[in-house]
């Protein structure tokens, strides 16, 4: 099976991700069923190491974070532009978790990802028919894209059957993440001794 981990994304997120979409010839749209944040690519594996890498995962001890999509990019090869993404806001909690993902999954006997993690959410791919002056212009009038904040509970591992018009993930196993910690004011509110009657 071909494997990747990363994080799911809520329905109100995908419906505005959704909406963004259009006025590009030559981008094939990601629907919005197959939104999501990958955190490491896997590829194609064995049962049984699959079954390694899930034993992996789940002795993962990580947090939850919050995480906000901002700003909007592009991906190229050869010249090219081949996707069409928004991005992350700045976010040490997800490098954290990532690097951790990695730990991981080197554990498991993955050999180590030698790419920069560069955290964003596929819109489209772009094929060569995509018109340059277009893609310019969807990039330009969005560039102060910047959506609503979520919580990040969990991990997922993903499986990817690749389809002619749009590959089909479906999500294998969920590995929840800790309560973040609270933040100091927070902390010292639940802190307090109730009132003694
Ligand atoms: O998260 P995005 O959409 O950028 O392009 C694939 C998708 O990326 C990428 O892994 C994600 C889940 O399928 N992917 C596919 N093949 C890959 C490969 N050989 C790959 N990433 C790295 N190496």
Do not use: C
């Not at 079954?51 to 992996?56: A, T, V």
């Not at 991906?75 to 490098?95: H, I, Q």
């Not at 059957?161 to 973040?180: C, F, I």
């Amino acid at each position: 099976m071909r494997l990747f981990v990363g994080l799911d994304l809520p329905w109100t997120l995908r419906e505005r991700l959704t909406l963004m979409q259009g006025g590009v010839p030559g981008a094939r749209w990601v629907p919005a069923e197959n939104f999501h944040l990958t955190l490491r690519f896997i590829g194609e594996v064995a049962a049984p190491e699959a079954e390694e890498i899930d034993l992996s995962l789940s002795a993962l001890r990580g947090r939850g974070f919050s995480l906000t999509l901002a700003g909007i990019g592009t991906f190229s090869k050869g010249g090219r532009e081949t996707a069409l993404w928004v991005g992350v806001e700045r976010n040490p909690a997800l490098d954290h978790l990532q690097g951790k993902v990695e730990t991981a999954l080197q554990r498991a006997g993955l050999p180590p990802e030698r790419r920069r993690f560069t955290p964003h959410v596929t819109l489209a791919r772009l094929d060569n028919s995509v018109v340059p002056d277009k893609l310019a212009a969807f990039v330009q009038a969005r560039n102060l894209f910047r959506a609503a904040t979520f919580e990040v509970e969990r991990l997922t591992l993903f499986s990817s059957r690749l389809g002619k018009e749009a590959s089909a993930y479906t999500a294998e196993v969920e590995y929840p993440l800790a309560s973040p910690r609270p933040s100091s004011t927070a902390w010292q509110a639940t802190s307090v001794p109730p009132a003694t009657v």
